[in-house]
């Protein structure tokens, strides 16, 4: 059985399948337990890093004197393989990816916003990358709870419906400098700081979304 697992990890690490039970590449170690009628993991201590930006409003003697809200965005950071070119270029149109390892990428926003003439409502969301065609990809908030409902962990992003979402046209192109672990960058707009772009960078691939815009 434990063999099945690391097989498994190393045949589809990009596409989110069960990892392996030792994982040097970001040093998590887990167990493998049985229960009747289900499996369970339990993971070590997974590193992840967060990106945010947060808003106040001063008063007249206190520049920071109530804060609105943020919009922040945790990921985990998995390291950049070669053969992951050729995966990325050889998904199809419809293909999920995770973005990220272990738990999900989530984005937390305090406030509603608007993006790619979408209007999102404030709350937490599961972000996922689509392949939509050649060369096209999009970033996908899902809902934790229709994610819930359906029961899926994070590696199922690719095998199974994971739900419609918001569906975000992301620019993408290849980069002379490579990323060794995914990041994650928000970039506010110097001429308007409630709007901020959402970089994406792995290996030499980078993507790009349109304006988030926070509304309060």
Known sequence: MRSFFTLCAWAFALLGLI???????DSIDYRLLKGPGYLVFEDGVTQRA????????????????????QVSIEYGLPVWKAEY?????????????????NYWTN??????FDI???????????????RTGDKLWSLVLLDP???????LDPYHVNLKDSGEGVSVPLQWERTGQQADRLKIVLKLRDTDPK????????????????PLTVKF
């Open 85 to 101: 070119d050729a995966l990325l270029d050889k998904m199809p149109a419809g293909r999920r990816w995770r973005l990220g390892s």
């Open 19 to 25: 990892p392996s039970t030792s994982r040097p590449q």
């Open 50 to 69: 967060r990106v945010r930006c947060n808003y106040y409003t001063p008063s007249p003697k206190d520049q920071w004197d109530k804060s609105p809200g």
């Open 145 to 151: 709870a229709e994610v819930a409902r359906r029961q």
């Open 195 to 210: 709007q901020m772009l959402i970089h994406i960078f792995f290996g030499k691939h980078h993507f790009t979304s349109p």
């Open 107 to 112: 984005l937390s926003a305090s406030f509603p």
């Open 116 to 130: 790619a003439g979408r209007k999102v409502k404030a709350g937490y969301y599961y972000l996922v990358l689509e």
